[in-house]
């Protein structure tokens, strides 16, 4: 036994050699071939999570995660947050004598994620519209990634209502969906919703296994076809292809409570619908992004389930008698518009702004009274 166990240790420890010896290879090939020295994807991740989590977010005792004050991306230019936590220019809070005030609300879809520069977003693009002509106008971009109408509604509650918005905007029901449509659907999206939105901008804690740092074992699954994700994939699940009546009651409630707030503090409120895709060249990629960030989804049936929320906002919009862009309808919206299933690209950025202009414009322009807002749609067609 003395002498198995002994030839088991060294047989072991010539293994481990030989791996080591194979794994600094690799890193040496690879730093040869780039100028670089190479990294997994699951590290690359982890370090891009670090990095932005430093950068941009912080964590929240109300909304999880939110914008970190004074917040600028690695390159500057990219991403740049105000001394408020909007990423919008600076400005003061109190609004200027004259200057009518939007504030967007949403997740990252408002916040557009990947648009390069303030500017770019669709916040920013319809703030430019609007001030042609000579009209003082500010728009707030208060979108941030991961966000539903519960964090939109606290935030609105919290702070949004502080910048004496005359109109408040809300583009959200993709990120919902997230929440909606678990397993366990949780009415405070204190479940699996607040466990994704901390794994997904690295505030779980999670550290990547030793497994997962092997270059070498990275290009052996490259090599046999396997695929290693960034991040681990959710659990596997039946996935709906619709959602349930309570989960569209919670919708209900968090949208006629974020109306309630906004209009408690004299401002109008434009709902905007929105749009899901699968891409005809992308369809594989978006059906991984689904699984990721909609595990409980099919994403066959992503875009139509979405539909439910919307209408959700459609009968809203006639019984609250507020103001709805109907953007998922009255869009003409192309594969070219969006850069994975639920982020516009710069187009898609700059055709939703060129919407919205002309329905925002009369209503900064008109008074609030409480009941009588108009809508965008007529009753026939505002959907159930």
Request: glycine share 8%; with cysteine; charged share 25%.
């Amino acid at each position: 036994m003395r002498r198995f166990f002994t030839s088991s240790v060294v047989m072991l420890a010539i293994a481990v050699a030989i791996l080591l010896a194979a794994e600094g290879t690799a890193r040496v090939a690879l730093r040869v071939r780039t100028g670089t020295w190479p990294t997994t994807l699951a590290v690359g991740y982890a370090d891009w999570q670090r990095d932005t989590r430093t950068r941009l977010y912080r964590q929240h005792p109300f909304l999880l995660i939110a914008s970190r004050e004074n917040g600028r991306d690695a390159e500057g230019e990219r991403i740049y947050i105000n001394s408020l936590g909007y990423r919008s220019p600076e400005r003061p809070r109190e609004k200027p004598l004259g200057v009518r005030r939007v504030v967007c609300s949403g997740g990252s879809t408002t916040y557009d994620v990947r648009a390069y520069g303030n500017a770019a977003t669709w916040p920013g693009r319809l703030e430019a519209a609007l001030v042609t002509g000579g009209r003082r106008v500010e728009v707030w971009n208060a979108g941030f990634p991961g966000w539903t109408t519960l964090e939109n509604l606290i935030a609105l509650a919290s702070r949004d209502v502080d910048l004496a918005p005359d109109l408040v905007i809300l583009y959200q029901g993709i990120n919902d969906l997230q929440p909606l449509s678990d397993d366990r659907i949780e009415p405070q999206y204190d479940g699996f919703h607040a466990q994704q939105m901390l794994a997904g901008l690295g505030f779980d804690g999670a550290t990547v296994p030793w497994y997962r740092r092997s270059v070498l074992a990275e290009l052996t699954n490259q090599r046999l076809g396997f695929r290693r994700r960034a991040i681990p994939e959710p659990p596997r699940r039946t996935p709906r292809t619709s959602l349930p009546d309570e989960a569209l009651r919670i919708f209900d409630r968090n949208v006629r409570s974020f109306v309630a707030v906004a209009r408690a503090h004299g401002a109008h409120v434009l709902l905007v619908t929105q749009s899901l895709v699968l891409r005809a060249d992308h369809v594989e990629a978006d059906e991984e992004i689904y699984r990721q960030w909609l595990p409980a989804l099919d994403p066959r049936t992503g875009p139509a389930v979405l539909e439910q929320l919307n209408d959700v906002l459609r009968r809203l919009a006639v019984e609250l008698h507020v103001t709805l862009a109907d953007a998922a309808r009255d869009v003409a919206w192309t594969d070219a518009d969006f850069i994975d299933p639920m982020h516009m690209s710069g187009g898609g950025s700059a055709k939703l702004a060129e919407f919205l202009a002309p329905i925002v414009a009369p209503l900064l322009g008109a008074p609030i009274s409480p009941g009588a807002e108009g809508i965008r749609r007529d009753e026939t067609d505002a959907g159930p």
